[in-house]
Structure formats: C-alpha cells, structure tokens
C-alpha cells in the first residue's frame, strides 16, 4: 500500500538511537528515549497561502530531519512505524 500525504503533512521515519553511551554503557530498551531525528518518507503538494496560491514544503523525501520530542501522530503503515507531522513540526534539516 503507498501512502501519500495530503496538503503540509510530511512522512517520516524514526532513526535509530544510540545503543551505546558515549563512555560505552549499554543501554536497554526500556530505557531508551525515542529519537528525534528521522528520515522524510513521503512529503504532501504544500499548503495553501490566503490567496489560494499553492506553497511548496521545504523538506523533500530523503531529508534527515529533526523534530519535537512529541511532534506528530505514531501510525503503521505495511508493518512499518512511521509519524505523521505537520511541516511546521520539523525544526530542521540535518545536512
């Protein structure tokens, strides 16, 4: 099933986190905090501006990205986690 997102929203995938400290502790799932960086699956056309003018998102799939901590909506899609936010959610891009 492919999966398109209407107007701002944009698809993304989490990233891993660490599972390691930088001082080499291991650290185990339960502890783990859910990272904030991830990777744009899928981008909507763009929003709307006053005049009806359509308005290219910035992002673009590929984009690494970093986003709020409780930014977006958790859904499956084909057995694969992925968030669902506004353009205005992401923070920024990683180069």
């Not at 390691?20 to 501006?49: F, H, M």
Request: charged letters at 35%; glycine letters at 12%.
């Amino acid at each position: 099933m492919a999966f398109r997102p209407l107007h701002d929203r944009v698809v993304v995938k989490r990233l891993e986190g660490e599972e390691k400290t930088k001082g080499g502790i291991i650290i185990p799932d339960a502890a783990k905090e859910k990272p904030q960086e991830g990777k744009v699956i899928s981008v909507g056309p763009g929003a709307r501006d006053e005049a009806g003018k359509l308005v290219p998102l910035d992002v673009k799939a590929g984009d690494r990205v970093l986003f709020g901590k409780w930014s977006g909506t958790e859904v499956k899609v084909d057995g694969e986690d992925l968030l669902i936010m506004k353009e205005s959610d992401i923070l920024g891009i990683v180069d």
